[in-house]
């Protein structure tokens, strides 16, 4: 615990750039003030009581400056009131403060970690869950700012605990030390709870990433949830995970509660013994007496705020250690930036694989093994094989998604690496089968690519993509909203729209990941009409099951099993009757 408090503490202290020790200066300044407003009661009642009896306070250091200045009784109730008021003042401050301070740096904690997730190699984000990402950017992070609370609110009782133990001393040292006696043995006897909160916390963490996982895989699979009539069994799922969650917290509770209950029949315990003791074994005067009960009073609720921040603290710290490893599993998949003002191959010859191998950590198999081709800049290329066979990994590789495990891709013979890998991915555009569009204006989906495009060149690329027919027809044109992930339009419409999006960015490199599988045939031919007067001005590759989609190609590429197994021009293959193209053209193995 203690390692984990100190690391956490460490990382508040970098995340706010150290502007959190401003706000703990302000706390312990409110907290002398309290302090020492109720140390003033000291002199009040040695006035009120030197009225009666004639009689002054031995109290040291108070009853040296009572004797020496023999202030009023209306000067010691200014007194006491204008610390009341400073004191209010600067919890007011320190609130505010501390409040503006933490929130600026949780969102800067949000921010970094988005900041990870996109910059994180492709190959890593594949193997994560989008929904334990959205949990972290959510759920954890609001669990580290309860966490930095607690925290805050755990130095606080220190700081009044420690105020009110010094002006115990002043008063009585005896009484002092028992008291502190007494807080260390109730705060010992609640330990098995503070260790409940820490697996507490381990637990709900997990159970918060489940649901997650269960409420984003039904409402992005929405469509087929309903079409399979399981929108139920997702509902009792759903419910199962509240469940757990309920069920966890509400055990936490009782245990949590019962320490509370512990705590104040211990601190009644404590408080008839802490008067007893004072007045039949110290024997203190009446005013002593009456200013001990009032720090007590103000010091046995520390240690109960000392014991539920630190059960809080525990329950959330948890949320952190996994934000942390995820976080830092994140940067240091970082995908290299690649050298300041590094240019884009020009790519006016071919680009070639070599030797080009890919693993992915954990498989029993390469996912590409030993392949061999090259891509001519100004023709189109036809990648076909099974489903699963490595077409689109080979086309992630080619647009520079993915790192070759071993092997070589050159454009123009200049390698692609790290060095250059994301200036050559500038220069390409995919369009792929499932189009992703936003939650906006068809216009603002097609200004993705290029944000300053002007609406005439977008009608341009619509027109391209056959699709300014439809958006025309649309109420409101290109300033129509198209749904959650477009799903106020069709499929076609959409990978239409999709199309449009890659010629807007006018790339060197186009390649179509199954692109027109949502068409109906007639827009289809259309398409491929239009990718075949293409050539010549921009390399196609075009991943693809269908013939209509592959025709109008120069070269093909047939991929099985991660290997290439066969190359060469489309005229060429479609005349060998024993070819894969041959095959596919006849209808057989064309199904994948």
């Known amino acids: 615990m203690i390692a984990s408090l100190r690391k956490f503490i460490a990382f508040l202290w970098r995340l706010t750039n150290g502007r959190i020790g401003i706000a703990l200066a302000l706390n312990v300044l409110a907290s002398l003030t309290e302090g020492v407003s109720l140390f003033l009661l000291i002199p009040l009642i040695a006035t009120i009581d030197a009225g009666d009896s004639g009689q002054t306070i031995d109290i040291p250091v108070i009853g040296d400056l009572m004797q020496r200045f023999h202030p009023s009784l209306g000067l010691l109730l200014v007194g006491f009131v204008l610390l009341i008021t400073v004191q209010g003042a600067l919890i007011r401050t320190k609130t505010l403060y501390l409040t503006k301070v933490m929130h600026h740096a949780i969102d800067r904690l949000r921010q970094g970690f988005f900041v990870s997730a996109g910059n994180a190699q492709w190959e890593v984000l594949q193997q994560t869950r989008v929904s334990d990402l959205n949990n972290m950017l959510t759920v954890e992070t609001g669990r580290v700012q309860v966490a930095a609370s607690n925290l805050t609110s755990l130095f606080q009782a220190l700081i009044l605990l ?20 007494i807080g260390l043995v109730m705060f010992a006897a609640l330990y098995p709870i503070r260790r409940r909160a820490t697996q507490f916390g381990q637990d709900v ?27 139920d069994a997702y509902a009792e799922r759903f419910w199962q995970r509240l469940t757990l969650i309920r069920q966890s917290t509400l055990r936490y509770a009782g245990i949590s509660t019962l320490g509370t209950f512990s705590f104040q029949v211990m601190s009644a315990i404590a408080a008839a013994a802490f008067i007893w003791v004072a007045v039949e074994v110290a024997q203190l005067d009446f005013g002593r007496l009456v200013v001990l009960l009032l720090i007590f009073l103000r010091l046995a609720p520390r240690f109960g705020a000392i014991q539920d921040s630190i059960q809080q603290l525990l329950s959330n710290l948890p949320a952190f250690e996994h934000f942390s490893e995820q976080d830092a599993a994140l940067a240091k998949a970082a995908e290299p930036k690649g050298e300041e003002g590094e240019a884009a191959p020009s790519f006016t010859d071919e680009i070639r694989l070599e030797g080009l191998s890919l693993s992915y950590p954990g498989a029993a198999k390469p996912a590409l093994d030993d392949i061999n081709l090259t891509i001519k800049c100004g023709r189109i290329t036809a990648l076909i094989g099974p489903s699963g066979s490595g077409k689109s990994t080979i086309a992630d590789l080619i647009m520079g998604l993915l790192r070759p495990t071993s092997g070589r891709m050159t454009v123009d013979g200049v390698e692609i690496t790290d060095r250059n890998r994301r200036a050559w991915r500038g220069s390409v555009a995919f369009v ?24 005439e060149l977008l009608w341009s690329v619509l027109d391209q993509a056959k699709a300014r027919s439809f958006v025309e027809q649309l109420s409101d044109g290109l300033q129509t909203i198209v749904g959650e992930r477009g799903t106020r339009l069709s499929g076609g419409e959409r990978q239409r729209i999709a199309m449009a999006r890659a010629l807007l960015r006018d790339p060197r490199l186009l390649i179509l990941d199954e692109a027109t599988s949502a068409l109906d045939w007639e827009n289809q031919q259309k398409i491929a009409a239009d990718i075949a007067a293409m050539r010549g001005k921009v390399t196609i590759l075009t991943v693809a099951h269908r013939p209509s989609m592959i025709r109008f190609a120069d070269d093909m590429i047939a991929i099985e099993d991660g290997r290439c197994v066969e190359s060469g021009t489309f005229a060429a293959l479609a005349a060998d009757p024993h070819s894969r193209l041959a095959a596919m053209l006849r209808g057989e193995g064309a199904e994948s």
């Open 205 to 231: 963490g997990y159970m918060f990433r489940e649901q997650s996982r269960t409420l984003l895989e039904f409402l992005t699979g929405i469509r087929v949830a309903k079409s399979f009539l399981v929108e």
């Open 432 to 455: 792929p089968q499932e189009a992703f569009l936003l939650h906006d204006t068809i216009a603002a989906n097609l200004r993705i690519a290029l944000p300053d495009a002007s609406d």
């Open 162 to 181: 420690m105020t009110y133990l010094t002006m115990a001393l002043l008063v009585s040292w005896q009484m002092a030390l028992f008291a502190a006696a």
